[in-house]
């Protein structure tokens, strides 16, 4: 019996974090300077939950962050929301972790699309089956996603406040027919 179940997707998507970060007042809104800690945390969460609900059914979401000048440099891979976040150690530049994800996905074969607007970054690893995208356009088709989100969440809200959208059709044209009648 075949599955009804959607495949896996199986392309990869490799965010620069950052990059993307100081591209959008969207995130950079969340960074806070004066906090005790890491002032990137709440962009962060932002960016992957923004990641997650882009990359969903389409992509294997990562995305890479630079680690060397954060207050803990030494943070293990983790994964949230389906999103795969890699600090790059201690003496490596997010760079060079996006260059090696690329090369790996190369040889494997698979397709992938990268997120940057660095341009040594898309330079580097142009070429098929690698797709680049600049963090310009990740973020405005995540400011669409949200719009779009919002717009069907305030509708589905609007419906289900009304009583008379919550009654079944017949019922309510009975119930009508009988306060005029």
Not at 136 to 157: F, I
Request: no cysteine; aromatic share 6%; proline share 6%.
């Amino acid at each position: 019996m075949p599955s009804s179940r959607a495949p896996e997707p199986s392309e990869l998507l490799v965010v620069d974090g950052y990059n993307v970060i100081y591209k959008s007042e969207r995130y950079l809104a969340r960074m806070d300077e004066t906090a005790v800690g890491d002032p990137f945390e709440q962009a962060r969460e932002l960016l992957v939950a923004d990641v997650a609900a882009y990359a969903k059914g389409r992509y294997v979401p990562v995305i890479v962050f630079d680690a060397a000048g954060n207050v803990s440099p030494e943070r293990p891979d983790l994964s949230k929301a389906g999103v795969r976040m890699v600090f790059s150690p201690a003496g490596e530049s997010a760079d060079t972790v996006i260059e090696r994800l690329v090369t790996e996905a190369r040889l494997a074969p698979q397709a992938v699309t990268v997120v940057t607007s660095d341009n040594t970054i898309r330079a580097t690893v142009g070429g098929v089956p690698v797709t680049r995208i600049s963090s310009d356009v990740l973020v405005a088709d995540v400011d669409t996603l949200t719009v779009e989100y919002e717009h069907a969440n305030s509708e589905r809200q609007t419906q289900h406040m009304r009583l008379e959208d919550r009654i079944d059709p017949a019922a309510r044209e009975k119930l009508w027919r009988m306060l005029r009648g």
